[in-house]
């Protein structure tokens, strides 16, 4: 199919650089985009781009009077875009009051679009796909985008504002326009936005360990995913790998579905392809085994070439598409943000024309680094790659917190606080926060606090489950910059009972299991011992006799009672610590005290 002709023009109006083709229709839509999203984000300040896109077209409509016209906005992962569609006298006017609201915030408006955000987030917002990012990327970059708007509760007038006159520059936008641009929108523009250079994207860091299989909640449904180069064919990739899902469901496995294709630019070489199948938990593994064998087929034979054929028209179907309705200045001017080289019709429909080499070593790639997500009643042996290993991190060294005497639900728990970072043991299993893993914690008012390792897993510290708990939480508060940390609403706090058995039984009842078992039957042991070596001294054959004699035979006397009298008390004490020890036993196997849950 032949693609139109070149009509992206370019031009720059104080530093606002615009990118326009006449679609010759009546009413103009036009963008403002900027190389800011959720990217540029971190736990504290998370949601406070959205707010600020919120912000900027807070009351844009009211003042134009210009009925038909429709202002929206979006905030993406690397972009936020200002909306704007009507006639071009209220596209400009519109537009340029955005602009002026972001270089001169109302806090007004900030106050009431924080509430609108506020309830849109009590509204389910993680999809499985934003789950999937998560999985490669953590709670940092694009793995933000499936937490929460954590950054609301500390966003105020003065730190937007500065966190705006970052982002929202003149030279980190473009004006992406479907018909020539209204006089003075771009001189409107260039005033009221402040200078400063594009925006950079942040290099997207990947977990260790990211590929393989793991289990993600949330319902049935697989998604296999992989970070992949932009070079190649990953668009054409993902078609192929989509039909060829669908037809070998139905052919093999008798099932009826539709494969979502999810593509996410991740910067200028880089972007993320999941393949989503909603299926039953009962279908989900042989779906699984499904798509990764399609996918090695793909690579190591490549596709057929009636099939690459057939997915290169559609895709240049859809370049048509996008000219015919004037949305190519939007998508040229996201590679221009990028530092891409802007390029004409002509020139994107050349890129499209690819090989079934192309195609091969874009599917080989996806099959190296390929994250597969299944329900969790998927069983292990089903699966058709290995499983994701789990964050490894070596226990620190520090000072070891145990759990307050005759804390049952906690028992055989300690903590290990140091320089390096934090780390917790439960029923033999150890895990660790290295303070360079944390990216936010949260300060509860009763003094607790909560970790945020980078891979989502959370751990509560709460100064009452542990001796010298406040110590512990200061230890926190030095090790992590107060840039980090996060307001925790008040929480209810569980009860905690304890056991009154006395100093002596607290003596014995701290410490490991082995060792209050070794300890009890060495002093019974030892105490036997001392008994007895005290009777034969005393009432053996050898005696004593001399002028001290009755002496000698009292201090063996009383030397024989106290030891066979502590050996008797351990008989009597070691069931009690041996019904400790059990309750201990019960408790881990119930997986109490602490998580290692995302």
Not at 96 to 122: C, F, M, N, W, Y
Request: glycine share 12%; proline share 9%; net charge neutral.
């Amino acid at each position: 199919m032949a693609v139109p002709e070149p009509v992206i023009q370019r031009d720059q109006v104080g530093g606002v650089t615009i990118l326009w083709a006449d679609s010759g229709r009546p009413q103009l839509r036009a963008s403002l985009a900027f190389r800011a999203g959720v990217v540029d984000e971190v736990m504290p300040t998370r949601g406070w781009t959205h707010l600020l896109e919120h912000a900027a077209l807070h009351g844009t409509t009211a003042p134009s009077g210009t009925p038909g016209l429709a202002v929206n906005g979006s905030t993406w992962l690397l972009y936020t875009s200002l909306d704007a569609t009507g006639s071009p006298q209220g596209v400009a006017q519109a537009l340029g009051r955005a602009a002026q609201h972001l270089a001169q915030l109302d806090p007004a408006a900030i106050q009431t679009e924080a509430k609108v955000l506020a309830a849109e987030a009590s509204r389910p917002i993680r999809r499985t796909f934003n789950a999937a990012l998560l999985h490669h990327f953590g709670v940092v970059g694009p793995g933000l985008v499936a937490t929460m708007e954590t950054g609301l509760p500390l966003a105020n007038p003065e730190a937007l504002a500065s966190f705006a006159a970052n982002r929202f520059t003149s030279g980190n936008a473009v004006l992406c326009l479907d018909g020539p641009p209204p006089p003075g929108l771009a001189e409107a523009l260039a005033q009221a936005l402040p200078g400063g250079p594009r925006r950079p994207v942040p290099p997207p860091v990947q977990l260790p360990n990211a590929a393989g299989v793991y289990k993600l909640d949330g319902g049935g449904g697989v998604v296999a995913s992989a970070v992949l180069p932009r070079a190649g064919a990953p668009g054409t990739m993902a078609r192929l790998l989509r039909q060829r899902v669908a037809e070998a469901a139905w052919r093999q496995l008798g099932l009826e579905v539709q494969p979502e294709v999810n593509l996410e630019t991740l910067g200028p070489d880089q972007l993320w392809l999941a393949l989503g199948l909603w299926v039953t938990p009962q279908d989900a593994a042989a779906v699984a085994q499904l798509v990764v064998a399609q996918a090695r087929q793909l690579a190591a034979e490549g596709p057929r070439q009636v099939e690459l054929s057939d997915q290169v028209e559609v895709a240049q179907t859809d370049l048509a598409a996008a000219v015919a309705k004037g949305i190519l200045p939007w998508q040229v001017g996201q590679d221009f943000l990028l530092g891409r080289p802007v390029k004409q019709p002509a020139e994107l429909g050349a890129d499209l024309q690819v090989g079934a080499h192309e195609v091969a070593a874009t599917a080989g790639a996806f099959i190296d680094g390929l994250a597969l997500a299944v329900p969790p009643t998927v069983p292990a042996t089903d699966y058709p790659l290995p499983p994701c290993p789990r964050f490894l991190a070596e226990p620190v060294k520090g000072r070891r917190h145990r759990i307050p005497f005759g804390r049952g639900d906690m028992d055989g728990s300690s903590l290990v606080v140091g320089h390096q970072g934090l780390s917790v043991a439960n029923g033999g299993v150890t895990t660790a926060f290295p303070w360079d893993q944390v990216v936010a914690f949260y300060h509860w008012p009763d003094g607790a606090r909560e970790l945020l390792r980078r891979d989502g897993v959370t751990f509560l510290v709460d100064p009452a489950d542990w001796r010298r708990g406040q110590r512990v939480t200061e230890q926190i508060d030095r090790a992590l910059p107060p840039q980090v940390a996060l307001p925790g609403e008040p929480r209810e706090t569980r009860p905690r009972p304890r056991l009154a058995v006395g100093l002596l039984g607290e003596f014995l009842y701290s410490g490991s299991a082995r060792r209050q078992i070794g300890a009890g039957l060495a002093c019974f042991l030892a105490c036997l011992l001392v008994g007895a070596v005290a009777a034969f001294l005393t009432f053996g054959p050898g005696g004593y006799d001399g002028v001290d004699a009755n002496l000698w035979q009292g201090i063996g006397l009383a030397c024989m009672v106290i030891g066979w009298s502590a050996a008797g008390a351990m008989i009597i004490l070691e069931p009690f610590m041996l019904f400790q020890v059990v309750k201990r036993r019960r408790a881990r196997r119930a997986g109490r005290g602490g998580t290692d849950q995302p």
